[in-house]
């Protein structure tokens, strides 16, 4: 009676570690990777963007990587910070990611930094820009770009182009503070002017009073940035109130003359000078490729934010064969001191600051065959974030 007791215990015993143990089994032939990004609500074309660049990678190179299978899910923020904190740790706790990625917007990022830290779950920031997102956590790998590299860029430009006299108007929040403050303190350090500074909100900007603002204080130019998908309807309302035919010139970041709505600005945007570390007309083959099969795939023109989940994708790929599939330190150690040529142009993840290096380019609006483009024609190379060298 006790023997055959303790044998169907020792059955039992055996039965409950197989299923414990099918499932464990299963999950180390596969690697997840979690990306967050905002699918709906006001940063969509964000979501929508990145999305298409994730899923054109993995059908280029396969889901297969380190002998393991590659499952990437994808959720929505709605671009709600509380609602990536929430996925993250769901995508961390349950589904065992071995990394997080995506995030629309800076407050996003800063909202999972702690989680990637706590897990040790390298988070591959893919769109976010303000300068201190690195600093949030020593898992975080940016593969989009930094404000003050195109700030201070088109600052350089507007100095050499003997522009003096600026206004500057952001959107109020980290990225536009960034935006704000190394555009001015380059002009100010080449001897120029910043007559105002103006801030419009994040969510649902008026434009009318602030470009009311401008117009009072009749400066040369105007340095706008504003997050990817308000380009359109600042420069129609820029043309509508005719500050362009009031001799205002705009120069912004590529945000604004962003390849995802250019085509539908019309001719207001005709000439306006931008910086930024990716067009969708880099003239190089291997973007020219990039550009043809994105199209392709999705109808629509890849823009800045493509680019970051496209190479994002490449960072990871390349690190989990690195690490052999393994997650966490050895993953991150993957990531650190990448060097590779990215449709955009070369690009160096920074082994130090695990932060982007690039070529940041000067562009201006024109039109060949019928669409407007960022054409550019001149280039800061190999920039670093200027926001880590205080
Ligand atoms: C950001 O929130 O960091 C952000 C969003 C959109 C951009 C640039 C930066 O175009």
């Not at 705009?250 to 990716?278: F, N, P, R």
């Amino acid at each position: 009676m006790k023997t055959r007791r303790t044998r169907l215990l020792t059955l039992l015993a055996a039965a409950a570690a197989a299923f414990v143990m099918t499932p464990a089994r299963a999950q180390s032939d596969t690697v997840k990777i979690g990306v967050i990004l905002p699918m709906t609500g006001a940063q969509a074309s964000t979501g929508r963007q990145l999305d298409a660049a994730v899923k054109l990678w993995v059908a280029q190179h396969g889901s297969k990587v380190a002998g393991k299978t590659v499952e990437v899910i994808v959720k929505d923020d709605q671009s709600l910070p509380d609602q990536t904190r929430r996925l993250a740790q769901e995508l961390v706790v349950n589904d065992k990611v071995v990394a997080l990625a995506g995030m629309g917007i800076t407050p996003s990022a800063m909202a999972v930094a702690p989680i990637a830290t706590q897990s040790k779950t390298p988070l591959v920031v893919m769109a976010a820009a303000t300068s201190s997102i690195t600093e949030a956590s020593p898992f975080v790998v940016r593969s989009s770009f930094t404000l003050p590299q195109v700030a201070v860029a088109i600052a350089e430009w507007a100095h050499k182009n003997n522009i003096k006299r600026t206004v500057t108007l952001v959107a109020d929040y980290g990225p536009g503070f960034d935006a704000e403050k190394y555009f001015a303190e380059r002009v100010t350090l080449n001897g120029g002017q910043v007559l105002e500074k103006l801030r419009t909100p994040l969510r649902a900007p008026d434009f009318a009073p602030v470009l009311q603002k401008v117009r009072d204080a009749k400066p040369e130019a105007l340095f706008v940035f504003l997050p990817s998908g308000q380009g359109a309807a600042f420069m129609k309302q820029f043309g509508e109130r005719g500050l362009d035919k009031a001799g205002v010139r705009l120069i912004a970041t590529g945000d604004v003359t962003d390849d995802d709505q250019l085509a539908d600005m019309g001719d207001v945007a005709l000439g306006v000078i931008s910086s930024h570390h990716y067009s969708a007309d880099h003239p190089s083959a291997m973007n020219k490729k990039f550009v043809a099969d994105f199209m392709a795939a999705n109808k629509f023109r890849p823009n800045f934010m493509a680019m970051g989940g496209y190479d994002g994708m490449r960072i990871i790929y390349k690190a989990l064969e690195a690490s052999k599939g393994a997650g966490g330190e050895a993953l991150l150690a993957g990531m650190k001191g990448q060097i590779f040529e990215s449709p955009r142009g070369p690009v160096l993840i920074d082994a130090q600051t695990r932060d982007i290096v690039q070529d940041v380019y000067i562009r201006k609006v024109e039109k060949k065959d019928g669409q407007l483009w960022n054409v550019e024609f001149d280039v800061i190379k190999a920039m670093k974030d200027p926001g880590k060298q205080k």
